[in-house]
Every structure is written in structure tokens, then in C-alpha cells.
Nanobody
């Protein structure tokens, strides 16, 4: 079993920063991808930012960012700690949503599965 635990959500003024973090724990052999989705009230869930692992020559990752957050959000990841962050800058009211961590995990008991955190609410006041 794998658990994802998010932290860092809350209320922030428009234009300000807010940082989220997500830690994965459990029967993890390796994580293929780890990142963030969000769902605003009355809207479909959308992918915000994702890291895709690269275990070829060295341990690293590539990044995909939603166009609406490019230039404002970054997604650092600490592969050794199974942790991903979402550094949100210049937040806007339209960034208000429930943010969920997602990970594509290869289990040490063999097998692969997709996991979700419980979500953390981000509210941006104008």
C-alpha cells in the first residue's frame, strides 16, 4: 500500500506565494511520475504540474506544466525523499481549487498503481 500526504494549503491573497508539499510512503520501489492536479468548484479536475522520472543515465525528471501556470508555478521534486512540491507564485483567484497529489508508483511487491492524496484546499482572495 502507498499513501500520499499533502500539506501547505490555505488562504492566500492574490499575487502572493503559497507552497504545497506531498510525501509518498509505503511499498515503493520507484515512482514513475508524481505531480499535482486541481479541481475548482463546479469544474472538472485538471492536471496542473507533473514530474516524469528518468532513471536512465542518472536519477532525474522532466517537467510538464499547464500553460495557465507556466511562469508562476514550479514543481521541485526530491526523488530521494519521495516528495514533490508545488511552489505557487503570483497566485490568482482562478487558482482557487482543491489540489491533489498524484503518483504513478511501481511497488516493491511487483505491480504498478496510481495513487492520490486526500487533497488540500487553496483559496485565493482578490
Amino acid at each position: 500500500q502507498v499513501h500520499l500526504v499533502e500539506s501547505g494549503g490555505g488562504l492566500v491573497q492574490a499575487g502572493g506565494p503559497l507552497n504545497l508539499s506531498c510525501v509518498a510512503s509505503g511499498n515503493i520501489y520507484k515512482i514513475n511520475a508524481m505531480g499535482w492536479y486541481r479541481q475548482a468548484s463546479g469544474k472538472h479536475r485538471e492536471r496542473v504540474a507533473m514530474t516524469i522520472s528518468d532513471y536512465s543515465a542518472h536519477i532525474g525528471y522532466s517537467i510538464n506544466l499547464q500553460e495557465a501556470v507556466t511562469g508562476r508555478f514550479t514543481i521541485p521534486r526530491d526523488i530521494t525523499k519521495n516528495t514533490v512540491y508545488l511552489q505557487m507564485n503570483q497566485v490568482k483567484p482562478e487558482d482557487t481549487a482543491d489540489y491533489s497529489c498524484n503518483a504513478d508508483v511501481v511497488l516493491d511487491t511487483q505491480g504498478r498503481n496510481d495513487y492520490w492524496g486526500q487533497g488540500t484546499q487553496v483559496t485565493v482572495s482578490s
